[in-house]
């Protein structure tokens, strides 16, 4: 009880590293990379229009893919509130405290962590929805949680799985 339904199968860059998929999000996380290291940036937000478009996906896979390359931290982190999946990907209970607690509680980033058990990769779950979450998690309070993750975590990479668009 208090487990969210199991996706875990969706990450095939962990389960199906052999796959055809797989492959594909190798080949994604290479371009990611030497673009990375061209323009200087280590955040990836990943979203869509609709919600049903494989936004968490894309994410999730990028990220496990990304973490088996670098041996830097890969912080992947779920700000879509009205629909969490992070916690249903990695089998860890959804009543797990994320970012919601994080910014009404004032709660540390290593309070809302959690490991993956696969390497160099930790979860930022959204956590429990607020009524008024809009207000709880802005661009101004986002920008202070990557600027927190960064010093907590150090020279990392960030990837973030968003609401989509028309829902923001």
Known sequence: QGKSKDRRGDLFAYFQPSSFVSEQFRMIRTIILRLAKDNNFRTILVTSALPGEGKTFVSSNLAVTLAKEVTNS?????????????????????????????????????????????????????????????????????????SAIKLHYGDCYIIIDSGPVQLL
């Open 74 to 146: 890969v912080i992947f982190v779920d700000i879509d509130v009205r629909n969490p999946s992070l916690c249903a990907l990695f089998g860890l209970s959804k009543e797990k405290t994320g970012l919601s607690s994080y910014f009404s509680k004032n709660l540390k980033i290593s309070d809302v962590s959690y490991n993956t058990g696969i390497p160099n990769l930790t979860i930022i779950p959204s956590g429990q929805y607020l009524e008024k979450t809009s207000e709880v998690i802005s661009k101004e309070k986002i920008s202070y949680l990557l």
